[in-house]
């Protein structure tokens, strides 16, 4: 899942955010984009744990929307829950 990560400034955040992340899973998949802002974490792990590890080092993240998640939420009303795009 993709997050929109604050303050992403330097190779020190990815090393610190890689880090916090494998605490969690360390077989994870942590990919850092510092221009775009945003951290891309495939692991054992859910929402709330990225967030609330992120907060705990000093950095504010929630999970980003792509345009395409954007298009199918949109249709929740018409048949689709959501759920399965997150």
């Keep these: 899942m993709k997050y929109n990560v604050s303050p992403l400034t330097c ?6 955010i890689t ?6 899973d360390s077989a994870a ?3 850092v984009d510092l221009a775009a802002g945003t951290v891309e974490a495939e ?3 859910d929402v709330a744990n990225v967030v609330t590890t992120l907060a705990a080092i ?5 999970p980003a929307i792509s ?3 954007a298009d199918i939420d949109s249709t929740a009303g018409a048949g689709c829950c ?3 795009h997150a």
């Design 29 to 31: 998949r942590v990919g």
């Design 11 to 16: 190779g020190r955040c990815v090393g610190r």
């Design 58 to 62: 000093g950095y504010a993240a929630s």
């Design 82 to 84: 959501g759920t399965c």
């Design 67 to 69: 345009a395409a998640s």
């Design 43 to 45: 692991g054992y792990f």
């Design 19 to 24: 880090e916090a992340l494998l605490a969690i």
